[in-house]
């Protein structure tokens, strides 16, 4: 059973910097692509960033390009998401993702919330 459990969000000041974690397991990690997806409050889901799974090539969407960093860990099962120069617009519940193959809605954990104060 595929599990995602995320951690690290909280309340920052605009400019701080958070280091998001989500640990998996329930499934081969080394051989998933992986994304970070959010949900500001009242909106729909959007795609953040994505790594593939020997974490080679990353991927960004444009409003956190320079300023996120999408990583994992291989050997621990882990992937990462530093984000520098936070924004108020960057709050949201940040969720870590794994696609289940077409037809199938993906996995994400439960999520952690980030809080940008201006």
């Known amino acids: 059973q595929v599990q995602l459990v995320e951690s690290g969000g909280g309340l920052v000041q605009s400019g701080s910097s958070l280091r998001l974690s989500c640990a998996a397991s329930?499934?081969?990690?080394?051989?998933?692509?992986m994304k970070w997806v959010r949900q500001p409050p009242g909106k729909g889901l959007e795609w953040v960033a994505t790594?593939?799974?020997?974490?080679?090539?990353?991927l960004y969407t444009d409003s956190v390009q320079g300023r996120f960093t999408i990583s994992r860990d291989n050997a621990k099962n882990l992937v990462f998401l530093q984000m520098n120069s936070l924004i108020p617009n960057d709050t949201a519940t940040y969720y870590c993702?794994?696609?289940?193959?077409?037809?199938?809605?993906?996995?994400r954990g439960q999520g952690t919330q980030v809080t940008v104060s201006a």
């Open positions: 329930g499934f081969t990690f080394r051989y998933s692509l």
């Open positions: 993702e794994k696609n289940e193959g077409a037809g199938n809605p993906p996995s």
């Open positions: 790594i593939s799974s020997d974490g080679q090539t990353t």
